[in-house]
């Protein structure tokens, strides 16, 4: 059985438009799958009905066999948690905002946590790197400090299933570096399933075992990274021209981006992909 499932998805946001048209998709549990694909491609769109946030026109999300939008919301937070693009600006400590992460677990009107919750927490703290700062507020700290003290209290919710949408955008390179091998490493420990939406190809080559890619609101291809980054790809769904290799080290795919298409050169790509003529 999979970890999250979705069938026939059709996805939009009330003006008639449909942005994800008759998408299906199925995660098994235990790996880091990335989805890439070009702006307005649907990316965002589809990890927010994944994760709960927008309910589907057509078609159903089912986390672990069961329909997402009929599990009750506690009991899905406790499988399931999700990262937006952006937070907004709180100021309490890290420990205090950590600890939200417990409100799935606790019962109507419970103000006081546990000693259980106050473990979890802790751990989570740890798992993350945000235990010395505990005790400052979380509106002092750098970005990457930020995002590790949002991912603990996504952790804090001992959820299965983390969805994460561009976790590194707004940070530098080493806090982007930082964030991704947080992931693998929670992965790699807990088993943590996860997905997450990433715009850089190299970083989901680099930290993917599976990569989803899309184009015009569906999944144009998905695999391992060696088997899905290819010049053919890159040139179909992004309109670049690229060479693509292979890390001695890692066997990891890099890719490196020579220049965007010209009008002819996309034309002929059309007239490969489709058979029709070229534009």
Known sequence: MSMLEATDLQLGYGNGRAIVDGLSLHLPKGRIYSIIGPNGCGKSTLLRALSRQ???????????????????PKEAARKLSFLAQSQERVEMKVRDLVAYGRTPYQSLGQTRRTVEDRSIVAWAMEATAVAAMADRDVSNLSGGERQRVWIAMALAQRPELLLLDEPTTYLDICHQMEVLELLQQLNRTYGMTILMVLHEMNQACQF????????????????????????????????????V???????????????????????????????????
């Open 208 to 243: 993917s075992d599976e990569i989803i890619v899309m184009k015009a609101g569906s999944v144009h291809a998905r695999g391992e990274p060696l088997e899905v980054m290819t010049p053919e790809l890159l040139q179909e769904v992004f309109q670049v021209r690229a060479i």
């Open 54 to 72: 927008l309910r589907p026109s057509g078609g159903q999300v089912l986390l672990e066999g069961k329909n997402l939008f009929r599990i009750p």
């Open 245 to 279: 290799g292979k890390d001695g080290e890692t066997g990891k795919p890099y890719c490196r981006i020579q220049g965007k298409m010209n009008g002819r050169e996309r034309g002929i790509a059309y007239e490969s992909n489709t058979g029709g003529l070229s534009v």
